[in-house]
């Protein structure tokens, strides 16, 4: 009998582990031949210890697990059965194309990945010219996955058309973004994508050397890439001959060391040099003078994992989801106070109250949705009213938000967007780098306004929305530069939430 | 705080990690981290070899250390409990489920318990936004984080 079970970190800190343990001894003791598979995570993190049992060939999903439910569970008759996995409603609507494997093969397998579709995008990436991949990657449209939304062929054009000695491939695996945990589950799930995405991009560019800056608050996430880069190797995907084409390219994983900042590329750059890790100014953009000075492409975990579907489906198939100027799937993770949480590729162009209301299910608490804050720290707090937003770069944006890495965290009515806009300006002055003043400076006056505005000082509020427009106008990088969006959709959208300390003072 | 040469020992060892990764490119973090791995913090000895190996000034040196939020310059407690304080752990509670912890050891952040078994760090972020409030007890995760079982998390640890 074939068992999965998640070994993604989430479904490990909701107790995998202890289920897995239980239902290996449950095996013995009734004399049961069990075999365990243990893969990244579905992404419905609500089922989590989502547990599959394999029968004529197809998943049985049993959840959440918990240790007592074992006996159960092996004997078929358990009330946490929840049927064929592949049929339950939140796989059905999805799209998965970058996240087809993810809780599906054992992540270090290659065998396995490759037994589901994976390598094929590489093989056939061997056979272009570096132009032919990159005009691939402009034709499927997909755009820079971190938050910027850059065109990643526009970007790989620069790097591939630059005259250097060495280039590089840097992943941005810093996902430090609240509300976030689509690159953590994809490096657990399916790393190899994430390799076979950053060989193929080196094809593209003519470089030979990547690097992965993965956040040092993902232990796990390391401990499987570093694995996966070693089988990877061992197997000759990675080397001076990758899959014997007789071209280099190879990788190894760098740990970050716990600065929000360094998720941006400059300062991750930096970081990756060994030196602080300070916003650099652009230009010169790193695409030209990247690591140690040398033409760069810097791309998101999930834009690079995305590529090797990319070419082995074709562009034009990629390009044939999503709305506007946004092509293909949108990995959303769908957190915080909330009923159903997890990770949902759909095709861009899906409605915030769609994602909120029916795949969430509305709140944990079962209290009304107060606000979703969507695109991380850094992006905007949104009422209810604004829940008709298509999520699209564009199109969000004209809603006032940002859809950025598409994290999106519910409150309830008991949140305090005061105290939310407070903690943004807080969150901005621990991790500015130092570099620009408006970041430095704005943010520790940021937090002393609105503690102004709590005790019901009238003058303050213009002050903070000054401030708010010298740090979006005056800021270096996004850090500072994005930190009014939260503070001052707070303020627009909940004024009642900013005028208790005012009827406190009268 | 002295500057007397280390034991032989230690500074052989300390040799050793910043030999393994001096070839690197961009080699510091990876020492660095290499060497907290090995002494739970960046030992004063190192810093001379380091500067030494990788031809920058102590204050280059310091001001990488002191700019990461990962990097101590004195050891920890014998384990290490992160706490989440982001918006998603936020929006189920995280914020009291902090300010019970600390206020239960008579901590602040950064904070160690008199014994010496915990130190309490907060963390901006732990991936776990779907199954908060999160927290991490060395390199293990835990999600759905309550006062009960953090409590029994901190009597585990001897704090």
């Known amino acids: 009998m074939k068992l999965y079970i998640p070994l993604d970190s989430a479904a490990k800190a909701l107790g995998a582990d202890d289920v897995a343990a239980a239902l290996a001894a449950e095996a013995e003791t009734q004399g049961l031949e069990i075999d365990i598979i243990r893969t990244g995570s579905r992404g419905m993190i609500w ?54 494997r993810v809780g599906v093969i054992d992540p270090l397998d290659l065998a396995d990945y490759e037994a589901h579709g994976g390598l094929a995008g590489l093989r056939r990436a061997l056979g272009m010219t570096g132009q032919e991949i990159v005009d691939e990657v ?11 939304g850059f065109p990643t062929g526009i970007k790989w054009q620069t790097v591939h058309d630059a005259d250097a000695p060495q280039k590089y ?28 995405g950053m060989a193929i991009a080196g094809l593209a560019v003519g470089a030979t050397r990547g690097y ?6 993902y232990p796990d996430a390391i401990a499987i890439m570093t694995r996966a880069v070693e089988i990877a190797r061992a197997k000759g995907l990675l080397g001076a001959d990758v899959m014997g084409s007789g071209r280099a390219f190879d990788m190894e994983i760098r740990k970050g060391a716990g600065a929000y900042v360094c998720g941006e590329e400059t300062s991750l750059l930096n970081s990756l040099e060994g030196k602080r890790g300070v916003v650099r100014a652009k230009p010169p953009l790193p695409a030209l003078e990247g690591f140690l000075g040398r033409p760069t492409v810097v791309n998101n975990v999930i834009s690079l994992a995305t590529v090797p579907v990319i070419f082995e489906r074709g562009a034009q198939h990629y390009a044939d989801f999503g709305m506007g100027r946004s092509r293909g799937t949108v990995t959303l993770q769908i957190a ?7 990770l949902f590729e759909t095709a861009f162009g899906i409605s915030l109250g769609e994602v909120v209301n029916d795949l969430g299910g509305g709140t944990m608490t079962g209290r009304p949705v107060k606000a979703a804050q969507v695109g991380g720290p850094l992006g905007a707090y949104l009422p209810a009213s604004k829940f008709d937003a298509p999520l699209g770069y564009e199109e969000l944006d004209a809603k006032g938000g940002l859809l950025g890495h598409a994290g999106i965290v519910i409150f309830d009515d008991s949140a305090d967007m005061l105290e939310m806009a407070r903690f943004a300006m807080e969150f901005c002055a621990v991790e500015s780098c130092g570099k620009c003043t408006p970041c430095r400076i704005g943010a520790v006056r940021g937090v002393e306004t609105i503690d102004r505005i709590a005790r019901g000082d009238a003058d303050a509020l213009p002050l903070l ?37 005012k009827e406190a003072a009268e | 705080m002295t500057n007397s040469p280390p034991p032989a020992e230690i500074a052989d060892e300390i040799a050793a990690i910043i030999d393994a990764h001096k070839a690197l490119e961009g080699p510091l973090l990876p020492i660095l981290h290499g060497l907290q791995d090995a002494f739970d913090h960046i030992p004063q000895a190192a810093g001379p070899l380091i500067c030494d190996a990788l031809n920058i000034s102590r204050a280059e040196l310091h001001g990488v250390i002191s700019f990461y939020h990962d990097f101590r310059d004195a050891p ?20 009291a489920l902090a300010e019970d912890t ?16 915990v130190t309490i760090e907060p963390v901006y972020c732990l991936g776990l936004c779907a199954c908060a409030p999160a927290a991490m007890i060395d390199d293990r995760v835990i999600g759905r984080m309550d006062s009960a079982r953090m409590q029994s998390l901190l009597e585990k640890v001897g704090a």
């Open chain 1, 138 to 148: 402009k034709t499927s449209g997909l755009r820079g996955r971190g938050g910027a």
């Open chain 1, 465 to 501: 929305t000054d401030l708010c427009e010298v740090m979006r106008d005056g800021s270096l990088c996004a850090l500072g530069g994005f930190t009014p969006l939260p503070v001052m959709s707070a303020v627009t959208h909940f004024a009642d939430d900013f005028a208790h300390g």
């Open chain 1, 47 to 100: 089922l989590e210890p989502l547990v599959e049992i394999e029968q004529d060939g197809t998943r049985i999903g049993f959840g959440p697990a918990t240790p007592e439910d074992a006996a159960a569970i092996l004997s078929g008759n358990s009330d946490k059965a929840l049927g064929p996995v592949e049929e339950l409603d939140w796989m059905k609507r999805q799209d998965r194309l970058t996240f087809a």
């Open chain 1, 169 to 196: 491939i840097v992943c941005n695996a810093d996902e430090g973004d609240s509300g976030t945990f689509a690159d953590r589950m994809i490096m657990e799930g399916d790393p190899f994508t994430l390799i076979e």
């Open chain 2, 102 to 117: 600390l206020a239960k050891l008579g901590l602040d952040w950064h904070g160690t318990t008199p014994g010496g078994a």
């Open chain 1, 212 to 217: 992965v800056y993965l956040r040092s608050e």
């Open chain 1, 336 to 342: 915080g106070n909330v009923e159903r949480g997890g």
């Open chain 2, 76 to 95: 920890a407690g014998r384990h290490i409990l992160k706490i989440c304080r982001a918006e998603a752990c936020q929006a189920v509670g995280g914020k």
